[in-house]
């Protein structure tokens, strides 16, 4: 029939996928192939680092009890867990 050409076989595309695989050449060929990719795929991920590392450290300061050390510490945050345990949240 005129459909078994078209549709292959799992057998046939096991063996295409080797024949790719083979093709595809040494990892210097992937890596020149897909340059671009990569380079995005890094500038993300140096973005991602950067943006984690701001939004920690500088997010601790926007709480209200930032500065504070020992009782006053521990007092204000006890009221931040009151507050959220009352259905109230403040932010600044």
């Not at 060929?29 to 991920?45: F, G, K, Q």
Request: hydrophobic share 40%.
């Amino acid at each position: 029939m005129v459909l078994d050409g078209i549709v292959s076989s799992p057998l046939r595309k096991h063996h295409s996928l080797k024949k790719q695989w083979e093709d595809l050449g040494s990892c210097s060929t992937v890596v020149n192939r897909h340059r671009y990719l990569l380079t995005a795929l890094a500038l993300l991920a140096f973005l991602c680092t950067v943006y984690l590392y701001f939004a920690v450290t500088l997010g601790a300061r926007h709480s209200s009890c930032y500065g504070l050390a020992g009782k006053d510490k521990a007092m204000c945050q006890l009221q931040h867990i009151q507050a959220l345990s009352k259905g109230k949240l403040k932010f600044f």
